[in-house]
């Protein structure tokens, strides 16, 4: 199993990033512009007040390696399902993956939190763990290189789109 921490600094304060990090139109752009996916979209979202959840369908573009990418196979989509709680600044998501959900396991908890200065610091806690026979150090070490491009990018996108 794969657990890993980023620490990423962004230059805008922790409530505009979670404007940002829930907003539709921003995350299209996102997902869609900057990373190149094919598809990223809100099925499902709710708003208490207290906590956002929604559900988010998403066709990743990924550079696989082939022994992957044959296990995977084309139309490969994952769906992501996150609470966001606005009092603690705290989000939590798991992605399920269109093939081979019974052995992938992929999670994290994202923090927000203030920087002296200005700006703020954005935390994220990533499980993976894929139980696939003979690949499946190969898919963990691959995803986590994906997950930290991605938010990596994420947190340079913020900034230039305040």
């Given at each position: 199993m794969g657990k890993f921490t980023m620490?990423?600094?962004?230059?805008?304060?922790?409530?505009?990033?979670?404007?940002?990090f829930l907003d539709?139109?921003?995350n299209e752009q996102f997902?869609?512009?900057?990373l190149g996916w094919p598809q990223?979209?809100?099925?499902?979202q709710s708003d208490t007040g207290e906590e956002v959840v929604r559900k988010v369908a998403m066709t990743p573009r990924r550079e696989l390696p082939?022994?992957?990418?044959?296990?995977?196979?084309?139309?490969?989509?994952q769906t992501e399902e996150g609470t966001f709680a606005s009092a603690t600044r705290t989000g939590t998501w798991r992605r399920i993956p269109s093939t081979l959900a019974d052995k992938w396991h992929e999670e994290?908890?994202?923090r927000i939190e203030s920087?002296?200065?200005?700006?703020?610091?954005?935390?994220i806690d990533v499980t993976?763990?894929?139980?696939?026979f003979g690949i499946g150090g190969l898919m963990e070490s691959t995803f986590e290189k994906h997950l930290r491009n991605e938010w990596e990018t994420f947190a340079r996108f913020s900034s230039q789109h305040p």
């Open positions: 620490v990423l600094s962004c230059s805008l304060p922790p409530e505009r990033v979670w404007e940002q539709r139109k921003f997902y869609q512009e900057a990223w979209s809100i099925e499902e082939g022994p992957i990418a044959k296990v995977l196979g084309t139309g490969f989509r994290a908890t994202v920087v002296d200065g200005g700006g703020c610091r954005i935390t993976l763990e894929m139980r696939v």
